[in-house]
Nanobody
Framework: VQLQASGGGLVQPGGSLRLSCAAS????????ITWFRQAPGKERELVAT???????IYASSVKGRFTISRDNAKNTVNLQMDSLKLEDTAVYYC?????????WGQGTQVTVSS
C-alpha cells in the first residue's frame, strides 16, 4: 500500500491549486481517504475526507473553497483548492484508513504568498 501526494507549489492569495493523492495497492473506492495539513509550529489538522460511501466532510476553515473528489479510474483522491489564503500555507498529506492500519503519503508543500 502506498500513497503519493502531488500538486503542491507556490501560489498568490486568491489563487488555486489542485492536489492529487495517488493510491497503489488498494482501491480508493473502498476506503476513506482524508487530506490533512500541518503548518509550521502547528498541529496536523483535518482538511477534507472522502468516505468509502461517497460522502464528503470538510473543515470549517476550507468549506466553500476546497473540493475533494475521487477518481476511481485513476485511483486518486483530489483536492481542488480555490480562493487560497495565506493561512492555507502548510504541508498537505493524504491518509488512508485500511483497518487495522493507517497509511500516510509523504506530503506536498503548499505556499500561499504574495
Amino acid at each position: 500500500v502506498q500513497l503519493q501526494a502531488s500538486g503542491g507549489g507556490l501560489v498568490q492569495p486568491g489563487g488555486s491549486l489542485r492536489l492529487s493523492c495517488a493510491a497503489s495497492g488498494f482501491s480508493v473506492d473502498y476506503y476513506a481517504i482524508t487530506w490533512f495539513r500541518q503548518a509550521p509550529g502547528k498541529e496536523r489538522e483535518l482538511v477534507a475526507t472522502f468516505t468509502s460511501g461517497g460522502n464528503t466532510i470538510y473543515a470549517s476553515s476550507v468549506k466553500g473553497r476546497f473540493t475533494i473528489s475521487r477518481d476511481n479510474a485513476k485511483n486518486t483522491v483530489n483536492l481542488q483548492m480555490d480562493s487560497l489564503k495565506l493561512e492555507d500555507t502548510a504541508v498537505y498529506y493524504c491518509k488512508a484508513n485500511i483497518p487495522p492500519r493507517v497509511y500516510w503519503g509523504q506530503g506536498t508543500q503548499v505556499t500561499v504568498s504574495s
